[in-house]
Nanobody
Framework: VQLVESGGGLVQAGGSLRLSCAASGRTFSSVYTMGWFRQAPGKDREFVTAISWNWSAGIAYYSDSVKGRFTISRDVAKNTVYLQMNSLKPEDTAVYYC???????????????????WGQGTQVTVSS
């Protein structure tokens, strides 16, 4: 599975951005869940949100830090997952990574070990 993120950039606090993650590859049909993580300078990569892929009506999960501000969505026909980010704060500044779960390991989604494939990341910078 290959994942390519886009849509990052510089935005003022209170603004919005939409990230996209386009997926491809022979094994993509085996994807179970898609998600987003982020990593700020000097910090660990942290879970942001995840969505079921093609096995349900798109059940989504969010970290407490973004709940109510970020929305994950999917377009299964386009093999693309989106992250709509509203009411952005300076503390949202980070490199955002798309991830795919194929192996369905019995690991909590917030744990990086659960995720099998990663994109290269896209920078999001929120100025105050």
């Amino acid at each position: 599975v290959q994942l390519v993120e886009s849509g990052g950039g510089l935005v003022q606090a209170g603004g919005s951005l939409r990230l996209s993650c386009a997926a491809s590859g022979r094994t993509f049909s085996s994807v179970y869940t898609m998600g987003w993580f982020r990593q700020a300078p000097g910090k660990d990569r942290e879970f942001v949100t995840a969505i079921s892929w093609n096995w349900s009506a798109g059940i989504a999960y969010y970290s407490d830090s973004v709940k109510g501000r970020f929305t994950i969505s999917r377009d299964v026909a386009k093999n693309t997952v989106y992250l709509q980010m509203n009411s952005l704060k300076p503390e949202d500044t980070a490199v955002y990574y798309c991830a795919a779960d194929v192996s369905r390991a019995p690991i909590n989604a917030i744990n990086r070990a659960k995720w099998d494939y990663w994109g290269q990341g896209t920078q999001v910078t929120v100025s105050s």
